[in-house]
T-cell receptor, first 113, second 116 residues
Framework: GDSVTQMEGPVTLSEEAFLTINCTYT??????LFWYVQYPGEGLQLLLK?????DKGSNKGFEATYRKETTSFHLEKGSVQVSDSAVYFC????????????FGSGTRLQVQP | DAGVIQSPRHEVTEMGQEVTLRCKPI?????LFWYRQTMMRGLELLIY????????DSGMPEDRFSAKMPNASFSTLKIQPSEPRDSAVYFC??????????????FGPGTRLTVL
């Protein structure tokens, strides 16, 4: 079946540090890939997405590149801020008619001033 | 658009009581999803609907859980009777039935349920 594996958290960084959160996937079809972010006390928000191999999704300084050869979709940001502290979820959707997303377990990011 | 609306935002009840969670999806969205989030199990899909019809309820934990979607703008998730292990945050999400949407889902703020 489809699955998403994320690195364990929490990830603790100082402000302006470089961020990488690893995400790998297995899928029965050709998936679209997503990163969602959950700020404290809120629902999930779409951060970025990529729908085909080698696409790069980007938003708010975050980037992730769809790597079919390594089945990965790692999230990166060059300089994190305290306001980026949140839980980040990698997810996939396969175009097999089943519309539900498959989520990873989430990675908590804590950015210290 | 106001986004996905859920009510109540917080619910505290006693074991054995009936709990009803409510969701209003984004207008025009064809799909509606119910998720549960806990520390132990993360984010789990419970059930989803397409055009008000339940498509996949394999994630519903047991018969105590039921979900309905009587019309395109309203869905309920009911737990009867509730148990302490049902304590979690329940999210509703909706999405469009368009190939260009790539299944992007829009989430509500969640209902935090505590069963004592």
């Amino acid at each position: 079946g489809d699955s998403v594996t994320q690195m364990e958290g929490p990830v603790t960084l100082s402000e302006e540090a470089f961020l990488t959160i690893n995400c790998t996937y297995t899928a029965t079809g050709y998936p679209s890939l997503f990163w969602y972010v959950q700020y404290p006390g809120e629902g999930l928000q779409l951060l970025l997405k990529a729908t085909k191999a080698d696409d790069k999704g980007s938003n708010k300084g975050f980037e992730a590149t769809y790597r079919k050869e390594t089945t990965s979709f790692h999230l990166e940001k060059g300089s994190v801020q305290v306001s980026d502290s949140a839980v980040y979820f990698c997810a996939l959707s396969v175009d097999t008619g089943r519309r539900a997303l498959t989520f990873g377990s989430g990675t908590r990011l804590q950015v210290q001033p | 658009d106001a986004g996905v609306i859920q009510s109540p935002r917080h619910e505290v009840t006693e074991m054995g009581q009936e709990v009803t969670l409510r969701c209003k999806p984004i207008s025009g969205h064809d799909y509606l999803f119910w998720y549960r989030q806990t520390m132990m199990r993360g984010l789990e899909l419970l059930i989803y609907f397409n055009n008000n019809v339940p498509i996949d309820d394999s994630g519903m934990p047991e018969d105590r859980f039921s979900a309905k979607m009587p019309n395109a703008s309203f869905s309920t998730l009911k737990i009867q009777p509730s148990e302490p292990r049902d304590s979690a945050v329940y999210f509703c999400a909706s999405s469009l039935n368009r190939a260009s949407s790539y299944n992007e889902q829009f989430f509500g703020p969640g209902t935090r349920l505590t069963v004592l």
